[in-house]
């Protein structure tokens, strides 16, 4: 009787956990509170693990589809833009950031799965841990990274926090771009560009391209109209990050992107450098968290879910 009941336990326990995971060989979903939220690409056709789709809540998906799926309508540029990931777009001349089969000018660089190291879920929240190679278009492997992926359990908003440390094997550079670096692609419908009702504020207010792009700020939210609801998604960017706060690559047509490499780009200004160098063994680390919630950015509270971000250690 005892051995029955601990086994019914067990397999209740799953049911209890908020936040739960599926895990195949070529991805890992992810469900909140009994819903889809995302799901981890890391198949060996995946030039680099990324998050796709990103859902609301109420099951609106704030992601653009392409190229993934098909959908009437939609734009097809930057085929590299999937869902939410982290790359850049030149470490030691090679381009990571623009790497995909259906890029015009595919570079061939893959970030590879070396091995997933734990899945683990929870009542409040659940961990992706794994271990990355960036490796150049022969082989040749530049970085390993291990990334932890905490997702939260909420009703109203879906929050990760995505903590990647890099480690050299070579002597490595980031160079100066604009192609970089922990990026989403908005659906089109919330871009703030034509076609779209999206508006973009950073943490001293700024609102739109022309006053948030290339700026520095600790933060970024980007809000619109999707399917009649309000909704938007913010990137925070940890106090104790490299060039905090970071710089934003963040477009008009879809493109929201945290950036601490590209100052030369961002002020149009050759004197300035964004390159930053790692000697083998040195390591580079950086912590963000993606909010995506309902309502603007006061309702939100985002200025206040930064101040909660930044005190964590």
């Known amino acids: 009787m005892l051995r029955r009941a601990a086994g019914l336990l067990l397999l209740s326990f799953p049911l209890l956990a908020q936040v739960t995971f599926e895990q195949s060989p070529d991805r ?19 030039r680099k693990p990324y998050l796709y789709p990103l859902v609301t809540a109420t099951g609106k998906r704030i992601t653009r589809h392409y190229p993934m799926e098909q959908m009437a309508g939609e734009t097809k540029d930057h085929p590299h833009h999937r869902g939410l990931w982290f790359n850049h777009g030149d470490v030691n001349k090679v381009d990571f950031w623009g790497s995909d089969p259906l890029a015009k000018q595919d570079a061939g660089a893959k970030i590879s799965v070396k091995k997933i190291r734990s899945v683990k879920g929870g009542k409040k929240s659940g961990t992706i841990v794994g271990d990355f ?10 970085l390993t990274e291990q990334r932890t992926m905490t997702f939260y359990s909420d009703p109203k908003n879906r929050t990760v926090d995505i903590d990647i440390l890099l480690k050299a094997v070579k002597p490595v550079t980031f160079g100066d771009t604009k192609e970089g670096s922990f990026g989403i692609r908005l659906a089109d ?14 943490a001293e207010g700024k609102v739109g391209e022309k006053e948030v792009w290339g700026r520095p700020s600790p933060w970024v939210d980007y809000v619109g109209t999707l399917d009649g609801e309000q909704v938007g998604v913010a990137i925070l960017d940890h106090p104790s990050n490299p060039g905090h706060p970071t ?28 390159s930053r160098s790692l000697k083998p063994g040195e390591t580079m680390r950086f912590r963000y968290r993606v909010v995506i919630h309902p309502g603007d950015t006061d309702a939100a509270n985002i200025a206040q879910e930064f101040t909660k971000f930044a005190a964590m250690k």
Not at 28 to 46: H, Y
């Open 28 to 46: 890992i979903k992810v469900q909140v509170d009994g819903k889809p939220f995302t799901e981890l690409f890391i198949g060996d056709d995946v």
């Open 133 to 142: 190679e960036w490796q150049e278009p022969n082989g040749t492997v530049l």
């Open 189 to 202: 419908q919330i871009k703030e560009g034509k076609g779209g009702n999206g508006k973009m504020r950073n």
């Open 247 to 274: 710089h934003w690559h963040a477009r008009a047509y879809g493109l929201f992107a945290a950036n601490i490499f590209g100052l030369h780009d961002f002020y149009n200004d050759k004197s300035k450098d964004g």
